[in-house]
């Protein structure tokens, strides 16, 4: 029997193996050669040898059963004995070669030894061997980031594969204040810490959307302790100021959720106005009729010169739309000819019949105006049905003229129903006339916006993805130029450095509108997947990037809010589902797991534990996870603050870990009540005037340098 024996196997199931240590065992330590080793502690490990592999198990019970033997004298008193039993969740295999791998795949037999575990043990478990200088990180295989250590062997680092935990997206759940926050921190701050193979990231993106306003504290520090990466990482700190999304990004599933058009008669009005008012643009740079002008110079072939006279001079004669010379005139001013003779004729016909000329001088126009409509219309039929295919592409439009122009010349299209229709979408309209007026609504997704902004769509991805040095130009005074230009001139810790790339993107959604918020996020979400996706071929994945969501629960809920599945939910299922093959990580982070999209969590591939203390919460990790690591969720409901259950493919085994320090933290600490309770405050603290009036300007209060502090007493 080996030296190292402590007990046997008296039982075997799919993933645990039940041991009855030795009598002679008196404690729960044995000696051996190299030290003195643990024998049975919850989350210890043991080794069951099988020829020349030795199977890994993790401690997770330790029981006493007393046992009385019976003797034939039955004069005789015997005392009870006790006899000690572990219960042990095989997690690993540490092969002939002396490699580790995640998973069992011989079993033990009944009466197998059972040994202590040693240090070359762990050493092979933890991966802590050292390598020879000259041997480099294998990135694809090894498990090499430190992110926190063993709470069973201070000694040794619990290290994960930053491919394997990124490729294939993960969650960190817990309750609140179980140190989520610093967990996803102190993981992206161990990644700039990290030397590999003598280089260091320089082309990360990582995209935080930041619910509460935390992070940017941890990426910048304070003043008085910034962060020491600070240079490397180069942080970008998108504010309510910058948070601004333009609304002719959306697609038509965007606009519907957004604005509830009633599927059976408002939905498709609002499609043809929508198609409509994106047409526009293309009319502006190519020699084409918009359909809303097309329609108003057809309906003048209705009237004879001497209808136009009379209806020239009444507010109201059958169905004329003009009423006077000036509307005439606005139609052929709406022709953008680009050189095209065609339009230059129907505009300059437009302008003589808008004239107060004579009868015989408005019927040649009228001719001319049909003669020469006739003919450009035969020339444009495959140029309009083209131009009509682009209602989903980011075209800017005027938010105004759809409400307006563009809803009725939609209704007007509709032969015979034109009065019914106006009524039905009427509320619809003023809906939209709403949202327009609504700052909170109006102002992120600037439906106020008069013009098109140059190259919006390529400014605003470089924008979110922390490249915004690539398309800026110092002369263009766009805002999200504005903005990023405001960051250059801050000072300290707040100012970006001029021609380099920020690694790590905080959008701040704190004062984002709830009513905006989903929308918001799932346009963003749905831009840089449909951006990665139109890369060639062989670009395909080079530009990896994480979208960390915080307090996931609220983009993408398991049940819906009412009777319309989220913008936000279909848009991140389709990241989890598609988003590997393009580079696109996602990190889930949540207090109610339990809450969020089953479809989302059932991508993740690696899982960070924090304690969970809901039952309904804890029931549902089980279901995700492997039914071996069920012992090991056990300990969910009384893990202290910083410790974790990992596991998954990102860490070489299922293992709890005390999560090294985030430095700086991010700013979620709880409160002192007593600390703050016993101390004098300053009568000016807080300034309620100050900041109700930031508050009435939408924004967060900022105290300047000038104004008092809040001391307090040591």
């Not at 069973?152 to 759940?173: E, M, R, V």
């Not at 609140?176 to 990231?201: E, P, R, V």
């Not at 994945?541 to 279909?570: C, T």
Request: aromatic share 10%.
């Amino acid at each position: 029997m080996s030296e190292r024996t402590i007990g046997t196997v008296i039982s075997v199931d799919s993933f645990r193996a039940y041991i009855r240590l030795d009598d002679d065992l008196k404690s729960l330590y044995k000696s051996g050669y190299e030290d003195i080793f643990e024998v049975a502690r919850i989350n210890s490990y043991i080794i069951i040898p099988i020829g020349a592999d030795k199977i890994v198990a993790m401690v997770t019970s330790v029981r006493s059963i007393d046992e009385t033997e019976i003797g034939k004298n039955k004069e005789a008193i015997f005392l009870t004995k006790s006899a000690r039993y572990l219960v042990a969740t095989m997690i690993g295999t540490i092969e002939n070669r002396g490699k580790y791998i995640q998973g069992v795949y011989n079993y033990p037999i009944l009466d197998n030894p059972v040994w202590y575990v040693t240090s070359q043990d762990l050493d092979n478990i933890f991966d802590q061997k050292k390598k020879e200088d000259t041997e480099e990180i294998n990135f694809e295989d090894d498990y090499y980031l430190p992110i926190g250590t063993s709470p069973s062997f201070s000694d040794y680092k619990i290290k994960i594969n930053p491919d394997k935990f990124f490729g294939k997206h993960a969650a960190i759940l817990g309750n609140t204040g179980s140190g989520k926050s610093c967990t996803f921190a102190s993981i992206i701050q161990s990644m700039f810490d990290f030397d590999y193979n003598g280089k260091k990231l320089k082309n990360a993106h990582v995209i935080i959307f930041d619910t509460n306003g935390e992070y940017k504290q941890a990426f910048q520090g304070t003043k008085e302790a910034p962060y020491k990466n600070i240079e490397l990482v180069n942080p970008f700190n998108v504010d309510k100021d910058g948070m601004k999304v333009p609304f002719w990004f959306m697609n038509f599933a965007d606009y519907d959720y957004l604005f509830e058009p009633t599927s059976g008669t408002q939905a498709p009005v609002f499609k043809r106005a929508l198609g409509l008012a994106k047409n526009q643009k293309e009319v502006g740079v190519k020699p084409i009729l918009d359909k809303f002008t097309e329609r108003g110079v057809v309906n003048l072939f209705d009237a004879s010169p001497d209808d136009i006279k009379k209806k020239k001079c009444t507010q109201s004669y059958g169905n004329w739309n003009y009423k006077d010379d000036n509307e005439i005139i606005g139609l052929a001013n709406s022709i953008t000819p680009n050189g095209n003779q065609l339009l230059g004729d129907i505009q300059n016909a437009l302008l003589t019949l808008g004239a107060n000329n004579n009868i015989a001088d408005e019927k040649n126009a009228l001719e001319e105006l049909e003669i020469k409509y006739l003919e450009y219309s035969s020339s444009q039929k495959v140029e309009q049905i083209a131009i009509e295919k682009n209602i989903d592409l980011p075209i800017w439009f005027n938010f105004q003229d759809l409400i307006t122009r563009f809803f009725d010349e939609a209704i007007n299209e509709q032969e015979n129903s034109g009065n019914r229709l106006r009524e039905f979408v009427s509320t619809l309209r003023l809906r939209l006339q709403s949202y327009l007026g609504d700052e909170r609504i109006s102002q992120p997704l600037l439906l106020n916006q008069p013009e098109e902004i140059l190259n919006a769509l390529a400014k605003f991805i470089a924008f979110i993805l922390g490249d915004f040095c690539k398309v800026y130009r110092t002369e263009d005074t766009d805002l999200f130029s504005e903005f990023y230009k405001k960051q250059l001139d801050k000072e300290e810790i707040e100012k970006l450095v001029e021609g380099k790339p920020s690694q790590v993107t905080i959008i701040d959604m704190s004062l984002l509108p709830y009513e905006v918020l989903e929308t918001i996020t799932g346009l963003i979400g749905r831009l840089i997947l449909d951006f990665v996706s139109r890369f060639p071929e062989s670009d395909r994945g080079k530009l990896p990037m994480v979208i960390a969501l915080e307090e996931a629960q609220n983009y993408i809920p398991e049940k819906n809010r009412g009777d319309r599945e989220s913008i936000a939910k279909k848009v991140f299922e389709r990241i989890a589902r598609e988003g590997r093959k393009y580079g696109i990580s996602l990190l889930v982070s949540s207090q109610r797991p339990s809450e969020l999209s089953k479809t989302v969590l059932s991508q993740c591939n690696s899982f960070i534990i924090h304690r969970l203390q809901n039952p309904e919460d804890q029931k549902y990790v089980r279901q995700l996870v492997s039914a071996a690591n069920e012992d090991i969720l056990q300990q969910l409901p009384i893990l202290p603050q910083q410790h974790v259950v990992i596991m998954g493919d990102a860490v070489r085994t299922p293992v709890q870990a005390r999560m090294n320090n985030a430095s700086p933290r991010p700013n979620s600490n709880n409160p002192k009540f007593i600390e703050n309770w016993t101390v004098d405050l300053p009568k000016d603290f807080p300034n309620y005037e100050k900041i109700a009036e930031a508050w009435e300007k939408g924004e967060k209060y900022n105290p300047s340098k000038a104004e008092p502090k809040v001391e307090q007493e040591e």
